[in-house]
Nanobody, 122 residues
């Protein structure tokens, strides 16, 4: 059974940092795009960052320069380092895995975790 399990969310003040982690199990994701999506109440789901098996990255403009995505193919893990957090970063963050045949900017994925809440207070 494929599982993606996120951790590391929480409550932080604006300007603070959090590090999200995701552990994948049930299959090897080394060839997949791995990424983070987020969804705030009343808003559309949005792609935050994605990383290819070779380490090529994509970031949404809203987080560029503040967030860093990384992966460990041997450990089947994914991380998102979030610095200089803003109240508008408040959302549920989801770890995802998707086919490398699609665009790095695709809004689709094949697997998704249950999410971890990130709340940034002003």
């Amino acid at each position: 059974q494929v599982q993606l399990v996120e951790s590391g969310g929480g409550l932080v003040q604006a300007g603070g940092s959090l590090r999200l982690s995701c552990v994948a199990s049930g299959r090897t994701f080394s060839s997949y795009f791995m990424g983070w999506f987020r969804q705030a109440p009343g808003k559309e789901r949005e792609l935050v960052a994605r990383i290819s098996s070779g380490g090529t990255t994509y970031y949404a403009d809203a987080v560029k320069g503040r967030f860093t995505i990384s992966r460990d193919n041997a450990e089947n893990t994914l991380a998102l380092q979030m610095n200089s957090l803003k109240p508008e970063d408040t959302a549920v963050y989801y770890c995802t895995a998707g086919s490398p045949l699609k665009s790095m900017r695709s809004n689709n994925y094949d697997y998704r975790g249950k999410g971890t809440q990130v709340t940034v207070s002003s």
